[in-house]
């Protein structure tokens, strides 16, 4: 079994920048999922479709 660690943190309006530095130190494969990926319909409110809503960095196995 390959160790993993999820880490959630908040950077409010930089969350992709800094996923990507860590992707240039680190590699391995990474995922932004941004608001306009997603259906946002029937929402209460609007969401900044650039936004990010999930990013994750897989390395290795």
Same mark, same amino acid.
């Given at each position: ?23 240039? &130190? ?25 936004? &990010? ?9």
């Amino acid at each position: 079994m390959t160790p993993s660690l999820a880490t959630y943190i908040a950077l409010p309006g930089t969350t992709a920048e800094a996923m990507e530095h860590w992707h240039d &130190v680190f590699g391995g494969d990474l995922h932004i999922l941004r608001y306009g990926d997603i259906d946002l319909q029937g929402m209460p409110f609007e969401l900044d479709p650039q936004a &990010v809503d999930h990013p994750s960095r897989r390395h290795g196995g």
